[in-house]
Every structure is written in C-alpha cells, then in structure tokens.
C-alpha cells in the first residue's frame, strides 16, 4: 500500500514537471525586424488625356502646317522592391522605416484626329505610329516612415501599417516623343509633347495589410498588400503656343498638373528577425 502511494507521488509530480512548460511557456516575441521584399504594380489606371494637340508639319512648302493628335498615359505593371526595418517598442505597435524602388510603368497612346498631311517623310504619322502603345519607364525611388500594428505578437501575425515620406521621379510622365527616319537615311526627333519643367520630386502614401508566418528560429514569410498613394505629373492641357515654335523652335512644353494615382500593389518579403523579447517561462 505504501509503495502504491510513493509511485502515484512519483508520476503526479512526473506528469507536472512535463505539462508544466506546455502550458505556461510562450514563444519568444519577435522585437527588431529587417524585411526583403518584393511585388507586383498592377496597372490599367489613366493618368492623363488630351483629345487635341498641335503638331507641326515640317517641311510644308514654303509655309507651316498642323496635324492634329490625341495624346495619352495609362499606368501599366510594374515591379517593385523594398528595404524596411521594424521595430516594435510596445507589445502591438512599432515604427518602420523603408527604402524603394517602384517601377511606375506607363503605356503612351497617339492617335491622329482627322488626317495627317502628307509629306515626303510622313514623321508626324511615323512617330504616332511609335509612340501609340509605347511602354514608358516610370522608376521612383522612395523613403517613407510611419507606424505598424499587429493584432499578435507570436506565431502568425495580422497586421496593417501606415507609412509616408518623399519620392524621387527619375522619368518624364509627360513627354511624347519619337525618332524617325527621314529622307537620306538620317534620323530625326518628333515632340507631340516636352517635358522641359521635369518635376524630379513628389511625396507618396502607403496604407497597406498583410500577415507573417514563423519560418524558423530568426526569420519569417510576409505577405502584403498595399494602396500606394503619389501625386505624378500630368499635363495640364495643351501645348499651343505655335509662333513659338515656328519663331525659335521651341519644343511643345505643355502647363503643368499633377494628378493623385492610387496605385494597389502586392508584395512578398522575408523577415530576418534581429531582437526577441523573450516568452514568459512560469
């Protein structure tokens, strides 16, 4: 009888020492958080539109004449990559500061209003024949700071997070222009559009959600999506200034405007978790 009771003393006390760390151990938190990511800028959105722009006729007898165009920039896709660094200072809330590329691509349209006139090289409708359908380059560089909230601190992780700062515009989102060949085999350059005013700087917004799945021991699987918030350039109207450019052989510079675009994009990343808070051990 007594040996019964030492043995059910021995496995009680087993039993608790084994269920003890399952019950009261939590994981560790992830604290400091350095992110690689990259994504997808899907396109299809309309940037701007002009349904009539001047464009000279050159060489035409011995006077100037107009070709009339319609010009116009849709967003395409596009790819992006990111550098960020998280840290959380509470439980939830933490600060983040990123570094990136966005490759804001846009898609040129041209079309002829009425008819083009016809000359010995036709450069009006060879360069509206190019610029029609035309991918352009867009990459803008950013850095934006802003705040991160997850709804759990360890294993997967929802989140949203709030971010703004500064970009820089390495591309014209405004010029429409070609080269075409002209008589002698030469090659020479047609603006429906300048952009001689290029705006290089421009501020941008990025609200996005995603969640985090634990990896391993230091790192993590992210994915996101986002709603990436920049003013881009846009032409205001017309360039029709056309004593100009006969006179002095100025370039069409059209006035200026910008138009906020809400751009959706989503990303994948890898977190590399450098600081833990350490779970609770009872």
């Known amino acids: 009888m007594r040996d019964a009771r030492r043995f059910a003393g021995i496995a009680l006390a087993l039993g608790a020492c084994l269920a003890r760390p399952a019950a009261a151990q939590t994981p560790d938190q992830p604290n ?22 001047l464009a000279i006729v050159s060489p035409f007898g011995s006077s100037y004449a107009w070709d009339t ?14 550098l960020t660094a998280t840290y959380y200072w509470t439980p939830h809330l933490g600060v983040s500061g990123e570094a990136g590329i966005f490759g804001l691509e846009s898609v040129s349209s041209c079309a002829v209003v009425g008819q083009f006139h016809a000359t ?55 010029e429409e222009a070609s080269d075409v060949l002209v008589s002698g085999g030469s090659v020479s350059t047609v603006y429906f559009l300048a952009d001689e005013h290029h705006k290089e700087l421009t501020w941008m917004v990025s609200l996005g959600a995603g969640i985090t799945f634990p ?35 100025a370039l069409p510079d059209p ?27 009872y």
């Open 32 to 53: 400091l958080i350095f992110t690689i990511s990259g994504g997808l800028i899907t396109g299809g959105r309309e940037l701007w539109s002009l349904p009539r722009q």
């Open 69 to 82: 165009v319609g010009l116009g920039r849709k967003m395409a896709s596009g790819f992006l990559a990111t």
């Open 120 to 174: 010995a090289d036709n450069q009006n409708a060879q360069a509206c024949s190019f610029v029609n359908g035309q991918t352009n380059r867009g990459d803008a560089f950013g850095l934006l700071a802003g705040l991160t909230y997850r709804v759990t601190t360890r294993g997967i992780q929802p989140y949203v997070r709030a971010a703004a700062g500064g970009a820089f515009l390495g591309s014209s989102f405004i």
């Open 215 to 249: 990896l391993g021991p230091g790192y993590q699987l992210r994915f996101e999506a986002r709603d990436l918030i920049v003013p881009l350039p846009r032409p205001a109207g017309p360039a029709m200034d056309t004593a100009q450019i006969v006179n002095l052989g």
């Open 255 to 281: 006035p200026l405007g910008t138009r906020i675009m809400h751009i959706p994009t989503i990303m994948v990343g890898l977190d590399v978790v450098l600081e833990r808070r350490r779970g609770h051990r």
